[in-house]
Nanobody, 125 residues
Framework: EVQLVESGGGSVQAGGSLRLSCVAS????????MGWFRQAPGKEREGVAA?????RTTYADSVNGRFTIHKDKNTLYLQMNSLKPEDTAMYYCALDGFARNSVAAPLLSYSYTYWGRGTQVTVSS
């Protein structure tokens, strides 16, 4: 059974940093694409960063240059620097359901099959 568990969220002031982690259990996911999404209250879920099986990264414009996605074995990370109040949201980890090098739309929800329950990030001004 696939399970994704996020951690590392919290409350920080603007300009601060956080590192989110997502542990994927149930199999070895070296050939799977993974991503980070977020959802703020009253807003739709949006893709933040993605990492494909070939090691290529994709970032939303709003976080490019501030966030970094990487993976170590079955743990996916999101290093978030220079945080802004608009980064406040629940952050979710996502895993592709197929072993393939890439997905056509890495920042869209439909590209992923499995989801974690999320970790809350709150950035105060």
């Amino acid at each position: 059974e696939v399970q994704l568990v996020e951690s590392g969220g919290g409350s920080v002031q603007a300009g601060g940093s956080l590192r989110l982690s997502c542990v994927a259990s149930g199999a070895t996911y070296s050939r799977y694409c993974m991503g980070w999404f977020r959802q703020a209250p009253g807003k739709e879920r949006e893709g933040v960063a993605a990492l494909d099986a070939a090691g290529r990264t994709t970032y939303a414009d709003s976080v490019n240059g501030r966030f970094t996605i990487h993976k170590d074995k079955n743990t996916l990370y999101l290093q978030m620097n220079s945080l802004k109040p608009e980064d406040t949201a629940m952050y979710y980890c996502a895993l592709d359901g197929f072993a393939r090098n890439s997905v056509a739309a890495p920042l869209l929800s439909y590209s992923y099959t499995y989801w974690g329950r999320g970790t809350q990030v709150t950035v105060s001004s």
